[in-house]
């Protein structure tokens, strides 16, 4: 097995981020994750989560996030009308993306997330 870490982003620190997504990537089933970076429009969320969590960096803007922090996978929790845009987005970048699924999220938002993907999920690094 491998000593190298999977170095892993979110994009999000609202209620449902801070009350599932951040304690279970915070739990030793993840030992083999490095919590490189939390974003969120409001710096003063991303920097309690990150800090409660053991998170490294916080952001306000995912775009400079993700080009400083270069990492191998991006977790986005964010509300259903911003999450395909988002999601596009940091697809377009090149980063493989695990997002939620938000019920409300259209189907044509999920297509157009599923089209912009650059790799297969087989080439995730």
């Known amino acids: 097995m491998s000593d190298t870490k999977f170095r892993i982003a979110v994009i999000g620190a609202g209620i449902f981020a801070e009350a599932n997504i951040y304690p279970s990537l915070s739990t030793h089933f993840f030992d083999d994750v490095e919590r490189v970076a939390a974003c969120d429009l409001k710096p003063e969320r991303a920097r309690r989560l990150a800090q409660n969590y053991g998170w490294q960096k916080t952001y306000c803007d ?18 259903a009308p911003n999450h395909p845009e988002v999601a596009c987005q940091v697809l377009e970048m090149g980063f493989p ?15 157009r997330s599923w089209r912009r993907q ?4 087989s080439q995730c690094r």
């Open 62 to 79: 995912f775009r400079e996030m993700l080009n400083r922090e270069n990492p191998d996978g991006v977790v986005i929790v964010l509300g």
């Open 97 to 111: 993306v695990f997002w939620k699924n938000p019920p409300r999220c259209t189907w044509k938002g999920r297509w």
């Open 118 to 121: 650059k790799k297969p999920v």
